[in-house]
């Protein structure tokens, strides 16, 4: 063939492509125990390749069947890496909406409070407490939210609001027992 990745032509050598090891153990298409992030990778190979070659076909064996279909390994490795984008997405949530702090006392009532590691996320912004409400979930959850990062959506929609009788921009407030939290959900 002559060509410079000659030992790749008619074989599946996903694993090489992660590993760096293009001997002939390194080429081979065993990539069920990659993390999120290499088969992240690997997608980004393959998308590489269909952008700057042409299609011809697909080889048959692990991930595709003698007609081309995806096999059951290829939609666990698809699934795996959807759950993977998912988790990405909630780490990024949390680290741009870290938990608040929350002390309770039964005669006081709750005290919610952000500090520059608030929910364990450690960051250089302290943020204010703010209840926020994530579709599908039943639960409202208190959030630290830096104001200049609220998106212009979030301002105007009710998934996140301040706690009632406290002060915009004060970094802890003091909800009484008699707030009903229940209400603030319905009123979602």
């Known amino acids: ?6 030992w790749l032509c008619g074989r599946d050598a996903s694993a090489a492509y992660m590993t760096g090891d293009f001997t002939e153990k ?9 993390t999120g992030n290499q088969l992240i990778g690997i997608g980004e190979w393959v998308d590489f ?3 700057n070659y042409k299609h ?15 096999t059951k390994v290829l939609e666990r490795i698809n699934a795996k890496i959807t759950e993977f984008n998912k988790q990405q997405e909630m780490d990024k949530l949390r680290a741009s909406r870290p938990p608040c702090n929350i002390e309770t006392d039964h005669k006081a009532g709750t005290r919610v409070w952000c500090t520059q590691e608030s929910g364990g996320v450690l960051r250089n ?12 979930d039943s639960t409202l959850s208190c959030v630290c939210v830096q104001l200049s990062s609220l998106t212009e959506h979030e301002k105007r929609s009710s998934a996140i609001r301040s706690y009632p009788g406290c002060e915009p921009t004060s970094t802890s407030c003091q909800v009484p027992n008699s707030v009903n939290m229940d209400i603030l959900l319905q009123a979602s």
């Open 1 to 6: 063939m002559g060509m410079a990745q000659e």
């Open 26 to 34: 390194g080429l081979t298409d065993d990539i069920e125990g990659f």
């Open 49 to 51: 390749y269909k952008q």
């Open 56 to 70: 011809i076909g697909y080889v048959s064996g692990k991930f595709y069947t003698n007609d081309g279909r995806p």
């Open 125 to 136: 912004w302290v943020g204010v407490p703010r209840l926020m409400y994530r579709p599908g």
